[in-house]
């Protein structure tokens, strides 16, 4: 099993910036493909952000592009969501993803982010 834990949410203004992190337990963790997906009241999880090993490239939903960042540091087991430009829309849940080399899925427990007006 693959233990996350989610950390950096608050609340901020439109416009401000916050920096998510995404701590894993395991020690394959350099292998794990990794990514940021979240959920609005009353609507789907989507995703955001993630490193693609089989591509080996980043990818991004249209909506996030130019303004969140994804990137990781094997030493620490961590992977990071830098969120800049933030908008209302943004507010949501934010739920880190692991995918083990055998296509094992583990979900971290999320973190609020509150954009205000």
């Known amino acids: 099993q693959v233990q996350l834990v989610e950390s950096g949410g608050g609340l901020v203004q439109a416009g401000g910036s916050l920096r998510l992190s995404c701590a894993a337990s395991?020690?394959?963790?350099?292998?794990?493909?990794m990514g940021w997906f979240r959920q609005a009241p009353g609507k789907e999880r989507e995703f955001i952000a993630g490193?693609?090993?089989?591509?080996?490239?980043?990818d991004y939903a249209d909506s996030v592009k130019g303004r969140f960042t994804i990137s990781r540091d094997n030493a620490k087991n961590t992977v990071y969501l830098q969120m800049n430009s933030l908008k209302p829309e943004d507010t949501a849940v934010y739920y880190c993803r692991a995918r083990t080399r055998v296509q094992r899925y583990y979900w971290g427990q999320g973190t609020q982010v509150t954009v205000s007006s």
């Open positions: 490193h693609t090993w089989l591509r080996g490239s980043t």
């Open positions: 395991g020690r394959t963790f350099s292998s794990y493909g």
